[in-house]
């Protein structure tokens, strides 16, 4: 029998944890204010024009209500607007305030340093090669 630590998925699941800790830790440390979880909404927001919240909660991959509290609470930061739509009292779009876009800008350099040192080490051949086991991992657990 396979020892637990042996296990693919139980290494994916560790190395996930391993650099949301490390980011976090770095995220508090610098005193940003945001969680991990923020910074990915955040990103993706900036990166869909348009998106309606149940189409952030798909891409996220988080469960609806899961994604509502994290837009609750960066609305309160003033990062990001949830606009009612007209004639659809359940649906909203998301969308970055400016200052959620200038808090990516100032940021991101950050968040580029973090994903630098995840791939330290790694060639061009490991990680398409990586990418493409992941994205097979993904493919056969659908």
Do not use: C
């Not at 440390?29 to 979880?37: A, C, D, F, N, Q």
């Not at 996220?60 to 309160?76: C, G």
């Not at 400016?98 to 950050?110: D, E, T, W």
Request: hydrophobic share 40%; proline share 1%.
């Amino acid at each position: 029998m396979q020892k637990i630590e042996d296990v693919i998925l139980f290494q994916l699941d560790l190395t996930n944890k391993v650099a949301k800790q490390y980011s976090q830790k770095e995220f508090d440390r610098l005193k940003l204010g945001i969680t991990v979880e923020q910074w990915v909404v955040l990103k993706i927001v900036s990166e869909n024009l348009n998106l309606l919240q149940n189409e952030l909660a798909t891409k996220s991959y988080r469960d609806p209500a899961s994604i509502t509290r994290t837009i609750d609470l960066l609305v309160k930061k003033e990062l990001i607007l949830r606009e009612a739509i007209p004639n659809d009292r359940r649906a909203y779009n998301i969308t970055l305030t400016k200052k959620g876009q200038l808090f990516i800008k100032q940021h991101f350099k950050i968040i580029k340093k973090h994903r630098e040192l995840s791939i330290k080490g790694l060639s061009e051949h490991d990680l398409t090669t990586l990418n493409r086991i992941l994205a097979k991992i993904r493919t056969n657990m659908e």
